[in-house]
């Protein structure tokens, strides 16, 4: 069965750090990788749409990298500021799971100022 | 484009009641895709569409019926709502499958008492 992980599940840091958070896979024939940032009570906002061919996306102080050969993708955010507090979805296309997205469980992130 | 649209944003039933959740999309997106979000779960897809009058059940489909007769619409009608039904509904929806990213609604939450 494909499993999406991510770890850990939360997590908390001063403002000004650099971060990352991990998300693991159980195959590595997939389309792409997908994170995501949900903020308490509200709907998925997209950050980085990783192809199976890339190896990193980058979206202002967010780098996303992907290493299919060993199931990982980070989402690396510089410079965090009070305002990154939410939770990050890390979500996977499976070559062999349809047209479904399998999501991990997320990261929940605070940032104190 | 306004994207993908959901009503209602909540909603609370009794166990037994019916309703149904509406999705609509402006883009013109083939696939169409319905998820629900469990307190901290990740997201399981329930049904998708690959387009007008195809529809195919997901990872948890039972409870839930769909229908999509036009494109841009993409309804989900619970029959006998139960308390476990109590979640978070997302609709999503893609160009096509396979490497094409899915976008998002803002979602609809659902009590059922």
């Known amino acids: 069965k494909q499993e999406v992980t991510q770890i850990p599940a939360a997590l908390s840091v001063p403002e000004g750090e650099n971060l990352v958070l991990n998300c693991s896979f159980t195959?590595?024939?997939?389309?792409?990788l997908q994170w995501f940032r949900q903020d308490p009570g509200k709907g998925l906002t997209s950050l980085l749409l990783?192809?199976?061919?890339?190896r990193e996306q980058t979206s202002g102080r967010l780098n996303a990298s992907l290493d299919k050969s060993s199931g990982r993708s980070t989402l690396y955010i510089a410079a965090s500021q009070p305002g990154d507090s939410a939770t990050y979805l890390c979500?996977?296309?499976?070559?062999?799971?349809?047209?479904?997205?399998?999501f991990g469980k997320g990261t929940t992130l605070s940032v104190s100022s | 484009n306004a994207g993908v649209t959901q009503t209602p944003k909540f909603r609370i039933l009794k166990i037994g009641q019916s309703m149904t959740l509406q999705c609509t999309q402006d883009?013109?997106?083939?696939?169409m895709y319905w998820y629900r979000q469990d307190p901290g779960m990740g997201l399981k897809l329930i049904y998708y569409?690959?387009?007008?009058?195809?529809?195919d059940k997901g990872e948890v489909p039972n409870g839930y019926n769909v229908s999509r007769s036009t494109t841009e619409d993409f309804p989900l009608r619970l029959e006998l709502a139960a308390p476990s039904q109590t979640s978070v509904y997302f609709c999503?929806?893609?160009?096509?499958?396979?490497?094409?990213?899915?976008?998002f609604g803002p979602g609809t939450r659902l009590t059922v008492l």
């Open positions: 999503a929806s893609s160009y096509l499958a396979g490497v094409y990213e899915q976008f």
């Open positions: 195959d590595s024939a997939i389309y792409n």
């Open positions: 990783i192809q199976s061919s890339q």
């Open positions: 979500a996977v296309k499976f070559n062999q799971a349809g047209t479904a997205l399998i």
């Open positions: 883009m013109n997106h083939n696939y």
């Open positions: 569409s690959v387009g007008a009058g195809i529809t």
